[in-house]
């Protein structure tokens, strides 16, 4: 499992592990796995121009470090000082050592200083020198601002990293991309869009949530000796892993029959939306439940589709016993069903519609537990917000919701986030998926086999996290680079599923 731990932690583990190495040891660890990464991205090191764009903090020290290893190796490497009056003492005597080039950022110093956050280097123009290094350069390291930087990139650092990227460079940056909030993976001004980012002792939070990791690239943990010391600290985010998936898949025993299995109820679909019943029990059927009870008035379509599926037109309260619900997609406003389900004392997942006619008090009055799975717009409509504050701000959006409905809530989207009931505790992020999987029909799917999770024992966190991550592999290998309709997902969960036990 991938965890990420918020600044607070990270900086408290730091602490401890220094007091006890000696002077600068954390720090030439880091320098030393961020040469070898910048190594193998650039393949042949000797000849090669890099150039360091260098901040006043902990991350600025990395970069000179690294680049005096990789200046001994032969490559012509280029200090960009953004703070020269703040710059890493140490880390700069070591690269004038091996050979490196420092030139400021600026050519009148009295403009050249920063705060040290993310807008180091906040004043003037680009000195000529700086702009020149740069546009030949093959490769750039960005290390203007640690992971406790706020707000955007300052005008100055900004120049210069869109001059890295119109060269054309390849971007690496230090710990996280300067720009990108660590915690929460806002990106609230410029900040640099690096091809790859190496990370120390552990991920952070905004490597992990979009629309920071977005702008992260390919990330490369190194391991700097923290893991003792984090064992102190609450993770604030994880991803599952194939293996984390793997144990947590339902799986038949020798004396499993249908009903042992879980059954679970489908409430979805309506004269005008029947597909949505259809993808639903789709998706339910793939999920690891014995049996699907489909209940509501697209019962011909579902059971011409699909013959095995259990359905009645009646009231969901006696369509027969079920180990949990779905209820929600393409429903149009049958609130008499949704309460119905809302009443049941089994959980229950509610989506699409479901959303927009339960209401919290309903949700929260329940005992048994209950997963919602809003998209973007549906958040914000819960929320009262805009769908652009949700998606700038996801981790907070989908903590806020779990804590005012008391339930779990998944979070559709580019990243899609689970957190628990109540909104402590990490929040899950799904690892799998693909912009393919932006299609009509896709959710769906996913809160059929959800809700089939559920049916067949997962807690909610748990089936939730488990049926995004089968969703987005299974989207992937049904796209394979093409668009797929929401179908083709749902009859690719098989290949999925296998690929995880595989």
């Known amino acids: 499992m991938r965890t990420a731990y918020c600044v607070e932690s990270v900086r408290a583990a730091e602490r401890a592990l220094m007091a006890r190495l000696p002077e600068g040891a954390l720090m030439q660890r880091a320098a030393a796995g961020l040469a070898v990464a910048c190594g193998q991205l650039l393949g042949k090191v000797y000849g090669a121009r890099v150039v360091l764009l260098v901040g006043s903090g902990d991350n600025g020290g990395d970069a000179l470090y690294a680049g005096a290893r990789l200046a001994r190796r032969g490559a012509g490497v280029t200090a960009v000082l953004l703070a020269p009056e703040r710059v890493h003492a140490g880390g700069l005597a070591a690269l004038r050592g091996a050979g490196g080039r420092v030139v400021d950022a600026v050519a009148d110093e009295a403009g050249s200083g920063g705060g040290g956050g993310a807008g180091s280097g906040g004043a003037g123009e680009p000195a000529e020198g700086a702009l020149a290094a740069v546009a030949r350069a093959r490769l750039v390291v960005d290390g203007i601002v640690g992971i406790g930087g706020k707000g955007g990139l300052r005008p100055l650092a900004a120049r210069l990293v869109r001059a890295a990227e119109d060269s054309g460079a390849l971007i690496v940056s230090v710990d996280l991309p300067s720009g990108v909030d660590a915690d929460t993976g806002q990106v609230p001004g410029d900040a640099v869009r690096a091809d790859a980012t190496v990370t120390f002792g552990t991920y952070k939070p905004g490597l992990l949530i979009d629309p920071a990791r977005e702008h992260a690239g390919a990330v490369r943990l190194v391991d700097i000796g923290l893991d003792g010391e984090l064992a102190a600290y609450a993770s604030e985010s994880e991803a599952l892993q194939y293996a984390d998936v793997e144990r947590l898949l339902p799986v038949p025993g020798a004396e499993s029959d249908k009903y042992r299995r879980g059954v679970v109820g489908v409430v979805a679909g ?75 004392d089994v959980p229950v997942l509610i989506d699409a519609d479901g959303l927009r006619l339960v209401g919290r008090d309903a949700v929260r009055a329940r005992t048994a537990p209950t997963l919602l799975t809003p998209h973007a717009g549906e958040a914000a409509a819960l929320l009262g917000t805009s769908r652009s504050e949700v998606e700038a701000a996801r981790l907070d959006a989908v903590r806020e919701l779990a804590a005012r409905y008391e339930a779990t809530v998944l979070l559709k989207g580019s990243t899609t986030l689970v957190a628990g009931a109540g909104g402590g505790g990490a929040v899950r992020v799904n690892p799998t998926g693909t912009s393919w999987l932006a299609t009509a029909g896709s959710g769906d799917v996913l809160s059929g086999l959800a809700g089939s999770l559920l049916a067949a024992g997962l807690g909610a966190r748990d089936a939730g996290a488990v049926g995004a991550f089968l969703h987005g592999l299974a989207a992937r290998l049904a796209a394979e680079g093409a668009p797929v309709g929401a179908q083709d997902v749902a009859d690719a969960v098989p290949l999925a599923w296998r690929d995880v036990r595989g």
Do not use: H, N, T
């Open 270 to 344: 309506s004269a005008r939306y029947p597909g949505a019943a259809v993808l639903c029990v789709a998706g339910a059927l793939r999920g690891g439940a014995g049996a699907v009870r489909y209940v509501g008035p697209a019962a011909d379509a579902v059971i011409a589709r699909f013959p095995e599926a259990l359905v009645s037109d009646g009231p969901p309260a006696k369509a027969g016993r079920v180990q949990a619900w779905v209820a929600g997609p393409g429903l149009g406003d049958d609130e008499a069903r949704l309460r119905d389900v809302v009443d049941a």
